[in-house]
Structures are given as C-alpha cells and as structure tokens.
C-alpha cells in the first residue's frame, strides 16, 4: 500500500512496511511540515489577480514551494490593483499579513466566503472547510487594532449600546456628543435651555422668572408643602413671620405668648467619686438622689448669662447626706445652705446665671 497524505495540512502518512530504512528521514520531514503548520512564515509577491497557495504534499518547505500549510503568509509587491489569495478549502487557521504596495487583498477558497485584509494591515483568517472568515479584527504591525486609533486613544465614528438598532451615541462636535441624536450637554459648556417640560431658559434667573417664582436669587412662593400635596403646609403670617399648618412659629427676635404648656426635660445626675456637676447646655432643670457624701462642682461647660432652672434633691433613705458647692454658686448672705438631713427628704435649689462662673442659688428646704 502505498504512502497517502494527512487530512489537513498533507504530510505523508506511510504505510505498514514500506519504506524500510527511510523511515527516520520520512519522520522528520512530517515533523518540519508540522512545525511550519505551527510557526511557519513565508513572504509571497502578488502580481497577477489571484495568487493560488501551492499545495504540494508531503514535503517541507525547505525543500519545496509548499505553502498551504504554513502558519503565517506575508503579501508583498506592487500589484497595480486588489489581489485575491486563494487557500484549500481544508479547515486551517492563517496570520495574512497584507504588505504590497496601495491596495487591499482579499483571501477565500475556491468558492464560499471572503475576508478582505485592507492594506498595510494584517489579520487571523480561517477556513472552516467551506468559507474563509476572520478570527480576530484588522490590526496593524504596530498591534493596534484598525478602526480605533492610536492604542492609547482609541476612536469611534458611533457606539452602539444594547442592540445593533438600540440605543446610539455619536460624537457632535469637541467635547459634545449626541446620543439618539440628541445632543448631550457637559458641566463646564455651554449654556442649556431646557424644553419638553422646563422653562426653556438658559440661566437660573430666567428659569426662576419664567416659573414665576421670583428672581433666581431670591424665590418666591405663596406656599411650600413638605411631603406629599396634603401633607405639612408653611406659609406666610406676614413679615419675618411663618406659620406650619396655620401655627404661628415663634422668632428669638420677637415677643411670644404660649398658648400651650411648655416644660423642660429634668435632667438625672449621678454622683461620682464624691462629686456632680451640671452641664448647664444639655438642660435647664436636674435632679439628684443622695448615695454619698457630695459636692455640686462648677459647671462643666460654660454658663450662659439670664438661663434658670431648679435641682431638685432626694435625701438617702436610711443615711443622710452632706451637699458641699463649688466656688462658682453664690448664695444670700454668702453662706451657703444646709440640706435636710433626714431620710428621702426633698429639697430644691434654684438657680440664675448671672455672668460665666456667677450662678446665684436660692435654697427651698423640707418638702413634706
């Protein structure tokens, strides 16, 4: 039986028995036609309108013209016009490298599809047995891929976002772009009127003018609702005054009479090592219960002159304590006060800031 040829890239396949003695020379020339297969490279000048890869079998390139098995083809010449190079319609992979002188080139099979390789640019084709397709993008020597600029700036004509008939952005002009045709406006350019809804106006002014809400400076509203429609309603009482669902809102600048009952919060204070001190910020009135011998310290903050309040005191249960004061609280008659020493009595201290380290304390004693 004598010798055939592989499927694809033809190297000899020899029968059983024949060829003795030659069989290491044969083997190794199938192992070069395999190597090329992977690495392979020759440069072909096109000249005539179709270049046909030679597709002799069996022997390696060094020896022959063999070219259908090779992994990388580079078109050089001048041909005058667009070539075509033609490959077997056997499935291989091929790096075609487009190098003659002005014009494209185009690689197919006998019959089938097509690729077009435009020049100066190279690309991966293959051939599935049947057509001849790309397997990668054009890209040019340098390795930047055709059609997208420089490898560090890429360029588009257009995006198409989602489907090819979906959603398109274009460039406008510099630094503009379009998207469905619609120019996009960017922070820093020019001037945006805005139509469909807005106020057609270009400037914060004009928009305020022409929604009929004062200057753009300075808004004007008959009313604000916060929340939804029905919700919380702020109005004007009249100058300087506001009123939340028809309530009067109290100024610090004006007189205010309450008409509802207003209280603090009576702050708890706990002793420590023998000590208390009020922060005169956090509240106005404070109450204590006794668990030890203790001093009501200076303030641990700063005192605000004209704010009063009380502290309201709750002997031990079954050991009476001592109060001491520190230096900030002056009393009548600079003395300062004893509290009742027996068990859960009440007492109330109140107090006036008079100056920043001056709280002048009346003592109320003996609560029944």
């Given at each position: 039986m004598a010798s055939t040829a592989s499927d694809l890239i033809k190297f000899e396949k020899m029968a059983t028995g024949e060829k003795s003695g030659t069989w290491g020379t044969l083997a190794n020339v199938a192992m070069s036609r395999i190597e090329e297969a992977v690495a392979g490279y020759r440069a072909i000048t096109l000249a005539g309108s179709?270049?046909?890869?030679?597709?002799?079998?069996?022997?390696?390139?060094?020896?022959?013209?063999?070219?259908?098995?090779?992994?990388?083809?580079?078109?050089?010449?001048?041909?005058?016009?667009?070539?075509?190079?033609?490959v077997p319609l056997r499935s291989k992979i091929y790096l075609i490298w487009n190098a003659v002188t002005t014009y494209d080139l185009t690689v197919a099979g006998a019959s089938g599809d097509s690729v077009t390789i435009t020049n100066g640019n190279m690309a991966w084709v293959m051939c599935d047995g049947t057509n001849v397709e790309f397997a990668s993008p054009l890209f040019t020597s340098a390795g930047v891929l055709v059609g997208f600029g420089t490898s560090d700036s890429p360029q588009f004509t257009g995006i198409e976002l989602g489907a090819a008939s979906d959603t398109t952005v274009t460039r406008a002009s510099a630094g503009n772009m379009n998207i469905e045709g619609n120019l996009v406006y960017r922070a820093g350019g020019t001037d945006v009127p805005l139509a469909d809804g807005g106020t057609g106006a270009s400037t914060a002014a004009a928009a305020a003018t022409a929604l009929g809400v004062g200057t753009?400076?300075?808004?004007?509203?008959?009313?604000?609702?916060?929340?939804?429609?029905?919700?919380?309603?702020?109005?004007?009482?009249?100058?300087?005054?506001?009123?939340?669902?028809?309530?009067t809102l109290a100024t610090l600048s004006a007189d205010n009479v309450w008409t509802g009952a207003q209280r603090p919060t009576v702050t708890n204070l706990t002793s420590s090592s023998n000590a208390v001190a009020i922060t005169l910020g956090a509240s106005n009135d404070f109450k204590h219960t006794f668990t030890e011998a203790t001093t009501l310290s200076n303030p641990a903050d700063t005192a605000i002159p004209g704010q009063s309040g009380s502290i309201y005191l709750t002997q031990h249960a079954s050991s009476p304590k001592t109060l001491a004061f520190g230096s900030e609280y002056d009393f009548v008659g600079g003395t300062a006060p004893t509290i009742t020493a027996v068990n859960n009595a009440r007492d109330r201290l109140d107090y006036v800031v008079q100056l920043d380290g001056k709280i002048q304390v009346t003592a109320v004693l003996a609560f029944s």
């Open positions: 179709t270049y046909v890869l030679d597709d002799t079998q069996y022997l390696e390139n060094s020896t022959t013209t063999a070219e259908s098995h090779l992994a990388i083809i580079k078109a050089t010449g001048t041909p005058g016009a667009s070539r075509q190079i033609t753009g400076n300075s808004p004007q509203f008959t009313a604000v609702n916060v929340g939804a429609a029905t919700d919380t309603t702020v109005t004007r009482v009249s100058a300087g005054v506001i009123a939340v669902e028809g309530a």
